[in-house]
């Protein structure tokens, strides 16, 4: 089965400053990419996910990097602001066929200051 | 279009007794995961099903078990409760019939065993 490690565990940056988490998982058959924030209190939300054809992803902020030699992908937040506080998970996984199991990073809890 | 909804919202719960939770997909999504979210801590996977069986479940005792309806809505039942059970529970759903990758999260029924 997949085998999921995020770092950091925690990551306190200053408003405006950039954010970096990093995903990296152990089945090479893996070929989506996604990112859930989850803010204290409510669901998780998928925010940004990445095909294993696409080497990187921007939305507005948020951007994924995905490096499928080195089996790694990425979360970039930049400028970030308070309301990007929360936990972040990756769950990196192969979509088709009989397998199917979401194994979810064990997250990073993101703390933006003012 | 409604979201995943989950019931009860709260439950309290005697050690040694058992807890049903209940989920309903999103109208058209066939798959139904099932995780664990312990106070501070990440996602732990428990269940997989799709299509009305069992495809996967992740590292938890016998005592979790649950099943999926015709009309794809899910249970969960926890039986001889165990005070490290209280936890909250997230289900969440797939539209893997039509090759979907992203999940969408209930609300999450929270769990407290006394």
């Known amino acids: 089965g997949e085998n999921v490690e995020q770092h950091p565990s925690t990551l306190s940056v200053q408003e405006g400053d950039s954010a970096v988490i990093k995903c990296t998982y152990s089945?090479?058959?893996?070929?989506?990419f996604p990112w859930y924030k989850q803010e204290l209190g409510k669901r998780p939300q998928l925010i940004i996910d990445?095909?294993?054809?696409?080497g990187e992803k921007k939305d507005q902020r948020i951007a994924v990097t995905l490096n499928k030699t080195a089996k790694h992908f990425s979360l970039h937040i930049t400028e970030t602001q308070p309301e990007d506080s929360a936990v972040y998970f990756c769950?990196?996984?192969?979509?088709?066929?009989?397998?199917?199991?979401?194994?979810f990073g064990k997250g990073t809890k993101l703390s933006v200051k003012p | 279009e409604a979201g995943v909804t989950q019931s009860p919202t709260h439950l309290i719960k005697t050690r040694g007794q058992q807890a049903t939770l209940r989920c309903s997909p999103i109208?058209?999504?066939?798959?139904v995961y099932w995780y664990q979210q312990a106070l501070g801590l990440g996602l732990q996977f428990l269940l997989w099903?799709?299509?009305?069986?069992?495809?996967n479940r992740g590292n938890f005792p016998p005592r979790f078990s649950g099943r999926q309806f015709p009309n794809y809505s899910s249970e969960l039942n926890v039986n001889a409760l165990e005070l490290e059970d209280s936890a909250l529970y997230l289900c969440?759903?797939?539209?893997?019939?039509?090759?979907?990758?992203?999940?969408?999260f209930g609300e999450g029924s929270w769990l407290t065993v006394v």
């Open positions: 769950a990196p996984h192969y979509y088709g066929g009989s397998q199917g199991n979401l194994i």
């Open positions: 089945d090479s058959a893996s070929n989506y």
């Open positions: 990445i095909r294993s054809n696409v």
């Open positions: 109208s058209g999504h066939t798959s």
């Open positions: 099903y799709d299509e009305g069986e069992e495809r």
């Open positions: 969440a759903s797939n539209p893997r019939r039509i090759s979907g990758n992203t999940i969408y």
